[in-house]
């Protein structure tokens, strides 16, 4: 848990749902929770409270590899660093076992920042092999669900800061599929909810993304 992380601002558990990072929190709060369709990673030593655990969701060993080299002190540098690599492998399984990936690119990303949003249109721009504002467009049209070139050229100028917002206070989701849709539609004055029915047609955000790019 916290204690274990020596962070300035020290245990923010009280700040609950994703901050309760202990085993205890784990045990207590997710284990009882999970169903069949969930599963349980254990990275590293064996943790003998999850395998005594009674619990539907199918569990997991990962041990690190043995004898890694420790250039850090008495530091866990490279088991971290080990850790770090098998959960950014899990995750990126559970994204294309999900359907959120595309041509090797995770399109379901939150735009939460100004890396993600110009990743973004990033994204928009090599998929569908067209220009970066042509892309941020598309990307615009899927936040602000605007249709005209005037429209678009109020928004063009505003720092990405602005769309964050709008984004946060809106509780827009899927802009990335919803923008690639937009683009690739022969429809040009396509709305937003209506590529979110069209996305809400296929069985993956892939699978729709794929069915547009191909017309």
């Known amino acids: 848990g916290w204690n274990s992380l020596g962070n300035v601002c020290g245990d923010q558990s009280s700040l609950g749902g994703p901050y309760c990072i202990s085993l205890d929190d784990l045990m207590s709060q997710r284990i009882p929770t999970l169903t069949e369709s969930d599963v349980v990673v254990n990275i590293g030593p064996k943790c003998k409270e999850l395998s005594d655990v009674s619990c539907k969701a199918k569990m997991f060993h990962l041990p690190l590899p043995a004898n890694l080299p420790c250039s850090f002190g008495n530091h866990k540098g490279p088991e971290q660093l080990a850790s770090k690599f098998m959960c950014n ?3 990126t399984c559970a994204h294309v076992i999900k ?5 090797n690119r995770m399109v379901n990303v939150a735009l939460s920042n100004h ?4 990743r973004a249109c990033g994204i928009v721009a090599a998929i569908t092999s067209s220009t970066t504002q042509m892309a941020t ?6 936040i602000y669900d605007v249709h005209t070139l005037a429209q678009l050229s109020e928004l063009l100028p505003l720092d990405a800061t602005k769309h964050i917002e709008v984004i946060a206070d809106q509780n827009v989701e899927g802009v990335v599929p919803v923008a690639l849709v937009l683009h690739n539609s022969q429809d040009r004055d396509m709305t937003v909810q ?3 029915e069209l996305l809400a047609q296929h069985s993956s955000i892939r699978n729709a993304i794929q069915a547009c790019c191909a017309k």
């Open 89 to 91: 492998a899990l995750s």
């Open 99 to 103: 359907g959120t990936v595309f041509r």
């Open 137 to 142: 467009e598309s990307v615009l049209r899927a």
């Open 194 to 196: 209506q590529a979110r």
């Open 115 to 118: 890396k993600l949003f110009h």
